[in-house]
T-cell receptor, first 113, second 115 residues
Framework: AQSVAQPEDQVNVAEGNPLTVKCTYS??????LFWYVQYPNRGLQFLLK??????LVKGSYGFEAEFNKSQTSFHLKKPSALVSDSALYFC???????????FGTGTRLQVFP | DTGVSQDPRHKITKRGQNVTFRCDPI?????LYWYRQTLGQGPEFLTY????????KSRLLSDRFSAERPKGSFSTLEIQRTEQGDSAMYLC?????????????FGQGTRLTVV
């Protein structure tokens, strides 16, 4: 069965510092990986995806993610955090059979001024 | 804004009552998904449609749950005889064939509270 794991419930970072939100995956075959962000009382917003190609994927709002096949990881990164980045972040993998998304449990990012 | 629209945004109901939620996907998106999200968890897949055909239902979807997409446009999710365990955020997403169904666009969700 395909799955993703987000080992950190919360990540705290000071504004202006780089941030990393971790995700590891377990799939059979090539993974399609995604990051979504959820602000309070809002739906999920798509940030970026990895399908194939370059291991460094650039997405919305200055976020990027690095696909590492040997470590089965897909960590979300941003060079300089903003207070407005504070939200709940979800990593997801696409199920091959149904194309549904299988989500991790989420990581709350808190960026302090 | 022509994003995914869900109605209502919030619903409080008494245990045992039936509730129905509506989702209007982005126009021309073939696929429509329903997910459920409980506090502290990521969304969990419930069911999905390609046009009007319901292609898969999760084991999470008990026989009290039913979903339809009658004309391949909007969809409804009905829960009969609600239970307290049904309290959750119900999310709808749509996905276009033009992007190989690799991007899902989510609505803001319907938060259900069963008292």
């Amino acid at each position: 069965a395909q799955s993703v794991a987000q080992p950190e419930d919360q990540v705290n970072v000071a504004e202006g510092n780089p941030l990393t939100v971790k995700c590891t995956y377990s799939v059979s075959g090539n993974p399609y990986l995604f990051w979504y962000v959820q602000y309070p009382n809002r739906g999920l917003q798509f940030l970026l995806k990895y399908i194939t190609g370059d291991n460094l994927v650039k997405g919305s709002y200055g976020f990027e993610a690095e696909f590492n096949k040997s470590q089965t990881s897909f960590h979300l990164k941003k060079p300089s955090a903003l207070v407005s980045d504070s939200a709940l972040y979800f990593c997801a993998v696409r199920d091959w059979g149904t194309d549904k998304l299988i989500f991790g449990t989420g990581t709350r990012l808190q960026v302090f001024p | 804004d022509t994003g995914v629209s869900q109605d209502p945004r919030h619903k409080i109901t008494k245990r045992g009552q039936n509730v129905t939620f509506r989702c209007d996907p982005i126009s021309e998106h073939n696929r429509l998904y329903w997910y459920r999200q409980t506090l502290g968890q990521g969304p969990e897949f419930l069911t999905y449609f390609q046009n009007e055909a319901q292609l898969e239902k999760s084991r999470l979807l008990s026989d009290r749950f039913s979903a339809e997409r009658p004309k391949g446009s909007f969809s409804t999710l009905e829960i009969q005889r609600t239970e307290q365990g049904d309290s959750a955020m119900y999310l709808c997403a749509s996905s276009p064939r033009s992007r190989g169904y690799t991007e899902a666009f989510f609505g803001q969700g319907t938060r259900l509270t069963v008292v």
